[in-house]
C-alpha cells in the first residue's frame, strides 16, 4: 500500500471515529442474527478484516457457516473465502465469492486481509491442525475473472504459524500476527516461532516470498492479533493488551513497550490507526476464559458482557470513547471508508465469532 493511499484511508475514518458517541450501526449483510431475530439464511456467518482497493471496491473475508468449538480450540464450518462487498439495485449490499480458501486440497481459514494499490494479500490457514499449513493468496483486482494472472498462491513456511490480520508498512512488505505463538512455544515445545512474521514479496512475477522471524514469540503476549502501522510504529493487539513496537531503521523490531491495557478478561482484535495518534479497535470478552485463566492465574470471571469499538490516544495511553454493539454481535476488525462506496466519515465492521454479517458505523 503506497503511503498515499494509507493516509487516506486513515483520514477518511473522521467524524464519527474520533468520537464515537453518537454513532449509529447498520446492517450492511446480516449475519446468523438480523435485528434480534435467527437468520438461518444468512451468506455471511462470519467476517473478518476488509480493504478497499483505490477503485472504492470493498473486499472482506468471510464464511458461510458459523465458528464452533471443540476440545483443542476453533472449528470451521463450511468454507472460507475472499468475498467482494457489492451493492444491489435495490439498495441492498451483497458478498460476492472472488476466492475459496483451499490448503493442499483442504478447506482452509482465511483469517488476514490487506490492499496495497490494486492488489488484496489474504492469509489461509488449516487452523484445526496441530502444525497447521498456511498460505499466503494474491488477488489482482484489476485483472478480470478467469484471468489466469488474477489469483495466485504461495505456502508459508514458518513452522506454527496461525496468521492473523496483516500490516502493510511504505515499502510494501506485510506484517503477519501469529495467534498460535505463545501456545506453541510454552505448551508444545515448538522453537523459534515467531510473533510477528514479516513477508516480503521477492519475486513479483512468479510470486515468490521471504519470511522472518520479526518478532520473537515471548515478546508478542499471549495471542498475537491483527495488527497496524503508523510511520515507524506497529501496534500489536494481543489478548488484553495493545503493544507499539518500533520499526528500526533496518527494518528490524525495537522492544516493545505496553500502548494500552483493558480488563485481563476482555480481547482486543484488529487495531485501526486513526488521525492525532488514536487507536480504533474492536473489544469484546473474551470467548476463552480457559485462556485468560491460563495467561492470569486466579481472575474471576467476567460479570458483564463487552462487545464495543474503543477508541484509544495511543500518545497517552488512555481511553477516550466507546461505541457499544448489540449483544449478538463481536466486532472484530474495523476498515475505514474511502467515502466513495459508503459516506466518508464511516467504517465498515466485521464480526467473526458472534452473529457474522457486516455493518457500517457512521453519524
Known sequence: MTFATRSRQVLALGLCALALQGCKIDTLIPGTVNNGAPNPNTTLAWSEGGAFTPDGRLYVIGGNQPFSYGPNGIIVNGKSYIYEVRKNANGTFA???VVEGNVGGRTC??????????????????????????VL???DTSKPPGDPRRIASTPLMTPAFQPNGIAVDWQGSLYMANSASFIATMMYG???????VKVKI???????VTESNWLPALLGGYSPNGAAISGNQLYL??????????????????LPTIAYQTAKTNLFDAVTVLPNNMLAVPEITNP???LVQTA???TPPATTLTTQLTLIDATTGRFVAKAPFPSYVRPSSVTVSQGTMFPYGSAVVTDAIGAGGLYLVQK
Open 95 to 97: 458478498n460476492v465469492p
Open 109 to 134: 481459514y482465511f483469517g488476514g486481509l490487506a490492499a496495497v494499490r490494486q492488489m488484496l494479500y489474504a492469509t489461509c490457514t488449516n487452523i484445526e491442525e496441530l502444525m497447521p499449513a498456511s
Open 137 to 139: 493468496y494474491r488477488v
Open 190 to 196: 515448538v522453537p523459534n516461532v515467531p510473533a510477528v
Open 202 to 208: 521477492a519475486d513479483p512475477l512468479a510470486f515468490r
Open 237 to 254: 493487539p494481543s489478548m488484553n493488551v495493545i503493544y507499539r513496537i518500533p520499526i528500526l531503521a533496518n527494518g528490524s523490531a525495537g
Open 288 to 290: 476463552n476464559p480457559d
Open 296 to 298: 492470569y492465574p486466579g
